[in-house]
């Protein structure tokens, strides 16, 4: 788990871009610190929240409760803790770093952000069981880095029945993760030699 940082501003910009009504049903996948999850809270929705570490559960609860938000937030892997409930929104920041392991770690603070070779072990995950979760006109959100390819991502969810598109865009300096790896992914070709900033991406995605 880490402190929210330039991806969760930006995903926080395009919640309030969907304007939430009191009663919808939102649940925030891989909520971490709970920031998201706290936010739709504010703006009125009823709000579920998951993710697979404990101290995230536990710091999002806190997190909740001394905004004086109720949310409630599970332990578990993606949606599985809240399965068979649909909801009107869905967010996730999930891990999207390019990683020298092919297989994403199972402890640790690397598994907050490391995400296999090409960033997209959970992003492509959260693409299959997405149109499962969302209700009729259900909106998905969620915002990666550029480096484990938008493209692949609104593919995956048209192919998945879901209208999908790039709603928000910044670029931000390189973090201490992504420095300390530059000569990797330099070498992977997934940052040109003179660059040193990455772009982050909200790709928003609707159920008919």
């Given at each position: 788990m880490y402190a929210p940082q330039a991806d969760t501003r930006l995903?926080?910009?395009?919640?309030?871009?969907?304007?939430?009504?009191?009663?919808?049903d939102v649940l925030d996948v891989c909520t971490g610190s709970g920031a998201l999850a706290v936010l739709a809270s504010r703006l009125g929705a009823r709000v579920s929240a998951t993710d697979i570490s404990w101290r995230a559960v536990m710091t999002a609860r806190l997190n909740a409760a001394r905004a004086g938000q109720r949310v409630q937030v599970r332990h578990g892997d993606l949606s599985m803790p809240w399965f068979g409930r649909t909801f009107d929104l869905v967010t996730s920041n999930p891990p999207y770093v390019p990683a020298r392991d092919a297989r994403p770690p199972t402890w640790g603070r690397s598994r907050a952000w490391d995400a296999g070779r090409d960033g997209r072990h959970v992003v492509?995950?959260?693409c299959s069981h997405a149109s499962a979760l969302l209700r009729p006109r259900g909106v998905l959100l969620m915002v990666h880095s550029s480096l484990c390819d938008a493209?692949?991502?609104?593919?995956?969810?048209?192919?998945?029945?879901?209208?999908?598109?790039?709603?928000?865009?910044?670029?931000?300096?390189?973090?201490?993760?992504?420095?300390?790896r530059l000569p990797w992914l330099r070498a992977q070709g997934l940052i040109g030699a003179e660059q040193d900033w990455e772009e982050l991406v909200v790709i928003r995605a609707e159920r008919s």
């Open positions: 995903l926080a910009r395009a919640l309030h871009a969907e304007r939430i009504t009191a009663g919808m492509d995950r959260i493209g692949a991502t609104l593919t995956r969810l048209e192919d998945a029945g879901l209208r999908a598109s790039v709603t928000e865009r910044a670029r931000v300096p390189f973090g201490p993760v992504l420095t300390e």
